[in-house]
């Protein structure tokens, strides 16, 4: 693998959140304009991250619900906190 | 919402059963989700959920809000989902290494992940999408299925999951960046296997 798509592959989550300084962000930037390859892995973990992001929390159901408030304020009740 | 919990928290001390029931109103599917996603089942889901409120209770009288009460809940969440691990005597972690998730022959690997876009028609390969991301996690090493929970699920930033974790911030970069580069390619191998040969 090339030098400048080994680096960004190590980086790319890092460019993704932001998280890199302007100059390295910069340099990334140019490298995935000028090479499809990087650019198309770039894409995949940004679509990656953005679908597993996209799903909503699951309802919980009412007799977990139920049974911890029971197990809670039986111990409120009982002075265990 | 910090300035409501600390007046939550507050009022618990104090012995206010409102404020205990409105702190579990508040954070009660947070945990469970998070519990779901880190073991995979409802009723481990459920004993994490339980085991983390009965802890933060015991020592609420003790917490001097020097972290957010939420970073809190899910520190002691973790330590449950690592308890729960050394209970089943699941395996130990192996480390995923960057270069087995590299392509050799570079970046130009085509990778088949669906858009999940919120078209109704597309309730199908939702359905499907969301029943391929939970496999997938269930599949990766626990070390880094909490980092992405928290990092990609629950939003915390890379210095709140550290904090939470008490790992380095270096160590939340590297386990996620990882983790996201595995579910990509589990995601992937699941949709490409699919395709009917051409």
């Known amino acids: 693998m090339h030098e400048e798509c080994r680096v960004l592959f190590e980086k790319m989550s890092e460019y993704l959140d932001g998280e890199l300084d302007a100059d390295l962000c910069g340099k990334i ?5 000028a090479c499809p390859d990087c650019l198309n892995c770039f894409k995949s973990l940004k679509n990656t991250v953005d679908i597993c992001k996209r799903f909503p929390r ?3 159901p009412k ?6 408030r029971t197990t809670l304020e039986d111990c409120m009740r009982k002075g265990t906190f | 919402m910090e300035d409501y919990d600390h007046e939550l928290i507050a009022r618990f001390k104090k012995g206010s059963m409102t404020a ?13 989700n998070f519990g779901k996603r880190m073991c995979g089942h409802t009723q ?3 004993d994490i959920m339980q085991e983390t409120f009965l802890n933060a209770f015991k020592s609420l009288k003790d917490f001097r809000e020097e972290t957010k009460l939420k970073n809190w809940l899910f520190r002691i969440a973790a330590n449950a989902c690592y308890r729960k691990r050394r209970k089943k005597k699941d395996e130990p972690d192996r480390e995923l290494s960057l270069d087995a998730l590299m392509n050799p022959e570079g970046n130009g690997q085509k990778f088949d992940i669906p858009d999940a876009s919120n078209d109704p028609g597309e309730d199908l390969i939702r359905t499907e999408l969301k029943e391929v991301i939970a496999a997938a ?9 909490l980092v992405f929970n928290l990092r990609d699920i629950e939003g915390f930033s890379t210095e709140e999951t550290a904090d939470i974790l008490d790992i380095t911030t270096q160590s ?3 386990r996620l960046h990882r983790a996201r580069l595995f579910l990509r390619n589990e995601i992937s191998d699941h949709f490409k296997e699919e395709k009917p040969d051409a």
């Open chain 1, 29 to 33: 930037m140019s490298h995935l304009e």
């Open chain 1, 58 to 60: 699951e309802k919980m």
């Open chain 1, 63 to 68: 007799e977990i619900h139920a049974r911890l």
């Open chain 2, 20 to 32: 205990m029931e409105k702190i579990v109103e508040k954070y009660e599917e947070m945990l469970f």
């Open chain 2, 44 to 46: 481990d889901a459920e």
């Open chain 2, 137 to 145: 996690t269930q599949r990766l090493p626990a070390i880094y299925r």
């Open chain 2, 172 to 174: 939340v970069k590297t």
